[in-house]
């Protein structure tokens, strides 16, 4: 399944990034987009930064390379694809849209996500998801098919991640610390997650039907875009993750 539409060809822009400064590139992208481009495609792209960053509407992007830091930051409604690696805080306080990388993602995916999607065909780095947050029905979701790093969803307020460890083993699929001072949102970890590995605030619940219901959802959703049969990721159990107390560290400001 793809999840872009049909754009004319007229309406796409190709832009060659090679040897190119971020600063630069950005700013070809912001003409490109005034002028009525409906679907940009950068290629040579090797570590620029803030690539669609607070970009807003319903554009595609497509990005042949490694992007730097941020992308995605502060975007709202656009569509984001990477055939490649990326580097650290994609989906930086993204309010809507979709980023799909097709390898690697690193450090803080989704920090202060508040909407939309980040779905990462491999592993992920450190304190992904952190201080993720949400607001009546509208949350950020994250998925990895891989491992992620340690103090995963650290400082959580909202949202859902999703860590599926395929072809990995058990133990390796989440670092440690994982969920130090949830105070909202949850963790769907695809294997079991011993009690040792979680941090301050955060306890594993039993998986309920609501929770089976996104799980299938969102996973078919996963499986369309990257070539995953979503029943074979749903098979065995999934540890939940969730919050202790909505105030973690009351205490510490009152007596």
Known sequence: ?????????????VIDAQGIKYKVLNSMVEDALNKGAKKIKLINVNGQRYIAAGVKGEVEIEIHGTP?????????????TVYGNAQDGIGNTMNSGMIIVHGDARDIVGHSMRGGK??????VG????????????NYPVIVAAGVAGDFLGEYMAGGRVVILGINQDQEDIVGDWVATGIHGGALYIRGEVPEFKLGVAAKIVEIDK??????????KEFGEVFGYDSKELLKGKFTKIAPLTHRPFGKMYTD
């Open 1 to 13: 399944m793809s999840v872009t539409t049909k754009v004319l060809e007229e309406e796409v822009k």
């Open 68 to 80: 730097g830091d941020d992308l995605g930051a502060f975007m709202d409604g656009p569509i984001i």
């Open 210 to 219: 609501e929770d089976k219901i996104f799980l299938k959802t969102i996973l």
């Open 126 to 137: 450190y304190r992904v998801g952190i201080h993720m947050k949400e607001y009546k029905g």
């Open 118 to 123: 980040i779905f990462v065909n491999g592993d």
